[in-house]
C-alpha cells in the first residue's frame, strides 16, 4: 500500500514538472513566435576590440568661460571678399555683350534708335520698352541690331552707319558716345551723339536659396550690394538663415551675416556685388541646437538671429524633469561635426546661485547637443522596472510547481 503511494506521488510531482518544463519552453520562446518586428542577431559580429577608449576634458561653465567666449566672438577673424570699390558713387558700369543699347543723333533721325513704343524680344514677338527693363533677359534676335537698339555681339562690337564695326565691351557710355562723335565728324559737321543702355543683360548675379523670388539680377549703372540683391528677389523666407548667405565670388566661398549689417549697422556685411556672383540664402537646417535628455519635450530648436543660449534651449524644451533629471549635469557638447573625435564639452551646474544668470549667458553655437543626465536613484528605478517582471513571472511559475 505504501510502495502505490510514493509511486502516485512521485507520478504527481513528475507530471507537474513537466508541466512547468512546458510552461517555462513555452515562455522562453515567446519571443520567436509572438506578433511584432524583431531583429535576429545571429548572423552579426560585434568587433568588441574597437570599443571607443578616449575620455573628453569637460569645462564647467563659470564667469572665466563666459567672458572667454565673448572675446572669442569679438577676435573671430571674418574671411570677406576684396573689396572691388570703397565708395558705392566710385560705380561705374561698363557695356558686355548682349547688352541693348540706344543711340541718339541729334537732327539726324535716320542714324537714332527709333522712339518707338516696342523693343524686339526675339521670334516674332515685341514688348514694350519699360517691360524690358523690368525684365533685362529678354532674348534678343540674333546678328548686331534690334529693330529698336543696338545689340552688343558677342564679340563685342556693334556696327553703326557710317562708323563701321567698332568695339563697345568694356567701355562706359561715355567712352562709346565720343568713339562715336568722333568717327561721324567727317560726315556731319559737329555731331552730338548720346548713347544709354535700353536694357542690362550682358552682367547679372544669381540669388538662390530661401528667397521669395530667386533667379538672376541684372547689375546695372546702379551698384548692387548683397542687401539690394535680397531685396530685389522679394525678400527672405521664414526659413530663410541670413546669418550665413553664402556668397561665390571666383571659385571661392565667403560667408556673410546680412542680420549684422541690418541690426548692428555693420556695413562691412554689406559687400558690392560683381557680375558672376553667386548668392545662396540658405535655410536653418544648420543653425539647430538638439535638446536630449531628461527634459519634458526633447526637440531640435532653431536659433533665433544666430543667438541662443542654454536658458532658450531648456525653456523651448519645456524646462527639466523633476524627478528624473540631474540638474548639476546639464551638458553641452560642441564641434561633433568638425571634430567628431575630439568635441568640446560643457557642464552647467544648475544648483549653483549664479546658474540661471550663466544659462541666460552662455551662448550655443549651430548644432550643439544640449544633454540633461539623469539622477541615480531613476537610473536605479528603471532597472527596478526592467527586472521586477521577470522576477514576478519566476514566482508565478515556481508556485504552479508545487
Request: glycine share 6%; aromatic share 6%.
Given at each position: 500500500?505504501?510502495i502505490k503511494?510514493?509511486?502516485?506521488n512521485?507520478?504527481?510531482h513528475g507530471?507537474?514538472?513537466?508541466?512547468?518544463?512546458?510552461l517555462?519552453?513555452?515562455?522562453?520562446s515567446?519571443?520567436?513566435?509572438?506578433?511584432?518586428?524583431y531583429?535576429d542577431t545571429s548572423?552579426?559580429?560585434?568587433?568588441?576590440?574597437n570599443?571607443p577608449?578616449?575620455?573628453?576634458p569637460?569645462?564647467?561653465?563659470?564667469?572665466?568661460v563666459i567672458?572667454?567666449?565673448a572675446?572669442e566672438?569679438?577676435?573671430?577673424p571674418?574671411?570677406?571678399?576684396?573689396?572691388?570699390?570703397?565708395?558705392?558713387?566710385?560705380?561705374?558700369y561698363?557695356?558686355?555683350p548682349?547688352?541693348?543699347l540706344?543711340?541718339t543723333?541729334?537732327d539726324?533721325?535716320?542714324l537714332?534708335?527709333?522712339?518707338?513704343?516696342?523693343?524686339?524680344?526675339?521670334g516674332?514677338?515685341?514688348q514694350?520698352?519699360a517691360?524690358?527693363?523690368?525684365q533685362?533677359?529678354?532674348?534678343?534676335l540674333?546678328?548686331?541690331?534690334?529693330?529698336y537698339?543696338q545689340?552688343?555681339?558677342?564679340?563685342g562690337?556693334i556696327?553703326?552707319p557710317f562708323?563701321?564695326r567698332i568695339?563697345a565691351?568694356?567701355?562706359t557710355t561715355?567712352e562709346l558716345r565720343?568713339?562715336?562723335?568722333?568717327?561721324?565728324?567727317?560726315f556731319?559737321r559737329n555731331?552730338?551723339?548720346?548713347?544709354r543702355?535700353?536694357?542690362?543683360?550682358?552682367?547679372?548675379?544669381q540669388?538662390?536659396?530661401e528667397?521669395?523670388t530667386?533667379g538672376p539680377?541684372?547689375?546695372?549703372d546702379?551698384?548692387?550690394?548683397?542687401?539690394?540683391a535680397i531685396?530685389r528677389?522679394?525678400?527672405?523666407?521664414t526659413?530663410?538663415?541670413?546669418?550665413r548667405?553664402?556668397?561665390?565670388r571666383?571659385?571661392q566661398?565667403?560667408?556673410?551675416?546680412?542680420?549684422?549689417?541690418?541690426?548692428?549697422?555693420?556695413?562691412?556685411?554689406d559687400v558690392?556685388?560683381?557680375?558672376?556672383d553667386?548668392?545662396?540664402?540658405?535655410?536653418?537646417s544648420?543653425?539647430r541646437?538638439?535638446?536630449?535628455g531628461e527634459?519634458?519635450?526633447p526637440?531640435?530648436?532653431?536659433?533665433?538671429?544666430?543667438?541662443?543660449?542654454i536658458?532658450?534651449?531648456?525653456?523651448?524644451a519645456?524646462g527639466i524633469?523633476?524627478?528624473?533629471?540631474?540638474?548639476r549635469?546639464?551638458?553641452v557638447?560642441?564641434?561633433?561635426?568638425?571634430h567628431?573625435?575630439?568635441?568640446?564639452?560643457?557642464?552647467?551646474?544648475?544648483?549653483?546661485p549664479?546658474?540661471?544668470?550663466?544659462?541666460?549667458q552662455?551662448?550655443l553655437?549651430?548644432?550643439?547637443?544640449?544633454y540633461?543626465?539623469t539622477a541615480?536613484?531613476t537610473?536605479?528605478n528603471?532597472?527596478l522596472?526592467?527586472?521586477?517582471?521577470?522576477?514576478q513571472t519566476?514566482?508565478?511559475?515556481?508556485?504552479?510547481?508545487?
Amino acid at each position: 500500500m505504501l510502495i502505490k503511494k510514493l509511486a502516485a506521488n512521485s507520478f504527481a510531482h513528475g507530471r507537474s514538472t513537466f508541466a512547468a518544463a512546458l510552461l517555462l519552453t513555452s515562455f522562453l520562446s515567446a519571443c520567436s513566435t509572438a506578433p511584432g518586428n524583431y531583429l535576429d542577431t545571429s548572423r552579426l559580429k560585434e568587433d568588441n576590440q574597437n570599443r571607443p577608449t578616449e575620455t573628453y576634458p569637460v569645462h564647467l561653465i563659470d564667469a572665466s568661460v563666459i567672458t572667454a567666449q565673448a572675446q572669442e566672438a569679438a577676435a573671430k577673424p571674418q574671411a570677406l571678399p576684396p573689396a572691388t570699390l570703397t565708395d558705392p558713387s566710385q560705380w561705374v558700369y561698363r557695356l558686355a555683350p548682349q547688352d541693348i543699347l540706344g543711340i541718339t543723333v541729334w537732327d539726324h533721325p535716320e542714324l537714332t534708335t527709333p522712339q518707338g513704343s516696342t523693343l524686339s524680344s526675339g521670334g516674332n514677338t515685341t514688348q514694350t520698352i519699360a517691360g524690358a527693363l523690368q525684365q533685362p533677359y529678354t532674348a534678343a534676335l540674333p546678328g548686331q541690331a534690334d529693330p529698336y537698339g543696338q545689340t552688343v555681339a558677342a564679340d563685342g562690337t556693334i556696327f553703326f552707319p557710317f562708323v563701321g564695326r567698332i568695339k563697345a565691351a568694356g567701355k562706359t557710355t561715355t567712352e562709346l558716345r565720343d568713339q562715336l562723335a568722333t568717327g561721324l565728324v567727317r560726315f556731319i559737321r559737329n555731331p552730338q551723339v548720346d548713347v544709354r543702355v535700353l536694357s542690362y543683360r550682358g552682367k547679372k548675379v544669381q540669388v538662390t536659396g530661401e528667397v521669395k523670388t530667386p533667379g538672376p539680377l541684372a547689375v546695372s549703372d546702379v551698384p548692387l550690394s548683397l542687401v539690394d540683391a535680397i531685396t530685389r528677389s522679394g525678400g527672405t523666407t521664414t526659413e530663410a538663415d541670413i546669418q550665413r548667405v553664402r556668397l561665390t565670388r571666383n571659385h571661392q566661398l565667403y560667408v556673410l551675416d546680412a542680420n549684422r549689417m541690418l541690426d548692428r549697422g555693420d556695413t562691412t556685411q554689406d559687400v558690392m556685388l560683381q557680375s558672376g556672383d553667386v548668392i545662396n540664402v540658405p535655410d536653418r537646417s544648420n543653425s539647430r541646437i538638439f535638446v536630449m535628455g531628461e527634459v519634458k519635450t526633447p526637440l531640435q530648436v532653431p536659433m533665433l538671429k544666430g543667438h541662443l543660449t542654454i536658458a532658450d534651449a531648456l525653456t523651448q524644451a519645456g524646462g527639466i524633469l523633476n524627478t528624473d533629471a540631474n540638474p548639476r549635469q546639464i551638458f553641452v557638447m560642441r564641434g561633433m561635426r568638425e571634430h567628431p573625435t575630439t568635441p568640446e564639452v560643457f557642464r552647467l551646474d544648475m544648483t549653483q546661485p549664479d546658474s540661471i544668470m550663466l544659462s541666460s549667458q552662455f551662448q550655443l553655437q549651430p548644432l550643439d547637443v544640449v544633454y540633461v543626465g539623469t539622477a541615480a536613484s531613476t537610473t536605479f528605478n528603471r532597472v527596478l522596472q526592467q527586472i521586477l517582471p521577470t522576477v514576478q513571472t519566476v514566482f508565478y511559475l515556481k508556485q504552479l510547481t508545487r
